[in-house]
């Protein structure tokens, strides 16, 4: 016969069962996810993986300085953990896969969502919800919407690398121990992080800010220098690209729209503005609802990530609002909706923060699980329709590249270099 437990002992024995539930729902999108790279995805370059892979790669084999190489733009970005990737796995095998690249870049969400589970169950106090927040990550970090990520090699491995790079350092930043050997990987993963995207150095602000209300000396300083010298560093030779001025935006409205959209894209592109004005609205109270300062050190890594996210999605709206079709979907690509998922995950997660005390809780928390599980299913069935269509182009037309002529002069000398021949993979 089981023995009657304590109140409290009754409590983790009842949260450790829900946690174990959430932990294996959790699986489930990760699994999707993987199932449909390894359905869809092709060893065929789409768009930017041209140049930026396999021209890179051309240019790598014969380069006199292959350092300057690293750390050379590619078009308004300097994508150094990418060309990292792609230089190390040619120097392993002595040429290029871009199916294993686009693996590689997915694997990345695993780190991103294991580090997020991290900082969330220091967040809670309450042990029903730990699990339920791990499950909810997985729905956001494991969206299919953004399947121009997931199965688009150079955009995958650079727009998730940069988020994985910044969570990183973030975490060693975050560990203090007393031999303090966690500054080295902090600082390292901070420096990659600068030069592997355009929003690169913004991780470095949102870092800074970590080490500066969490009140340690010692990291503060050694991430200001690093933030000083990367930044003056990315910026020392950059040059602006041209025809990326069209696409900056022409008023503050448009800015607005833009940024708005793009935040509330994760659960509707069509009402994204409003849903937006809504996230932050729940945002705002759940920050400053009965706030303590207290909360600061157990909410700080979201914080940063809160920041982190605005400022790439701001940037994105000033660097591309000002398209023409600005008001139809593919105004946004689904390479940015990355940052509405992290946006949508820091909202639950300062939700269930603020309130897991509150004695009807549950229900409003359950409530807002639906809206996520609801949200990811129609970005799984709209995000599997758009891969495998996409997809389906790559294999039936022979270079998917604005300029084909060039295409075809980097296929041929990529396969004259005995790096990548895309007549052995076409299906």
């Not at 994508?79 to 871009?98: E, Q």
């Not at 849903?275 to 945002?283: D, F, G, N, P, T």
């Not at 591309?320 to 940015?336: K, L, M, P, V």
Request: with cysteine; hydrophobic share 55%; proline share 2%.
């Amino acid at each position: 016969m089981k023995k009657n437990l304590p109140p409290t002992a009754a409590a983790t024995e009842k949260g450790s069962i829900w946690n174990l539930v959430f932990l294996l729902l959790a699986i489930i999108p990760v699994v999707l996810l993987f199932k449909l790279v390894n359905s869809h995805a092709l060893n065929i370059p789409y768009n930017d993986d041209w140049d930026a892979i396999l021209g890179f790669l051309n240019t790598w084999k014969h380069a006199d300085n292959k350092m300057e190489l690293l750390f050379a733009q590619h078009n308004e970005h300097r994508i150094l953990a990418s060309k990292l990737i792609y230089v190390g796995w040619y120097i392993l095998f002595h040429n290029i896969n871009i199916l294993s690249v686009i693996y590689i870049a997915n694997l990345q969400l695993l780190v991103i969502a294991a580090i997020l589970a991290y900082f969330s169950g220091k967040v809670l106090d309450v042990p029903y919800f730990k699990g339920l927040l791990v499950f909810v990550i997985a729905l956001c970090v494991f969206d299919i919407a953004s399947y121009d990520n997931i199965g688009f090699a150079m955009a995958g491995l650079q727009n998730y690398g940069v988020v994985m790079l910044f969570l990183l350092s973030l975490f060693f930043y975050s560990l203090r121990t007393k031999r303090r050997i966690e500054l080295l990987p902090a600082l390292l993963f901070q420096f990659i992080c600068a030069f592997s995207s355009g929003n690169g150095f913004m991780a470095g602000i949102a870092l800074l800010l970590y080490t500066v209300f969490s009140k340690d000396r010692l990291n503060m300083l050694v991430c200001l220098a690093g933030f000083a010298i990367f930044t003056a560093c990315y910026f020392l030779t950059y040059h602006s690209v041209s025809g990326s001025v069209d696409m900056k935006a022409k008023s503050a409205g448009m800015f607005l729209f833009y940024f708005l959209k793009l935040s509330g894209s994760h659960f509707n592109f069509e009402y994204g503005v409003a849903i937006a004005v809504v996230l932050y609205a729940v945002l705002g109270a759940s920050l400053f609802y009965q706030f303590k300062q207290a909360d600061i050190d157990r909410i700080l890594p979201f914080l940063c990530l809160l920041l982190f996210t605005g400022m790439s999605m701001a940037a994105t709206a000033l660097l591309r609002s000002g398209q023409a079709h600005i008001f139809d979907s593919e105004s946004i690509s689904s390479r940015y909706l990355i940052y509405s998922q992290l946006l949508a995950i820091v909202v639950f997660v300062m939700l269930v923060f603020r309130f897991q005390h509150h004695k009807q809780s549950w229900i409003a928390i359950a409530i807002c699980t639906l809206f996520f599980i609801k949200a990811y299913r129609a970005n799984y069935s709209y995000g599997a329709e758009a891969l495998a269509a996409r997809n389906n182009r790559l294999s039936l037309t022979d270079f998917v590249y604005p300029d084909k002529k060039h295409a075809r002069e980097v296929a041929a000398k990529a396969c004259k270099n005995e790096i990548y021949c895309i007549e052995e993979n076409r299906p």
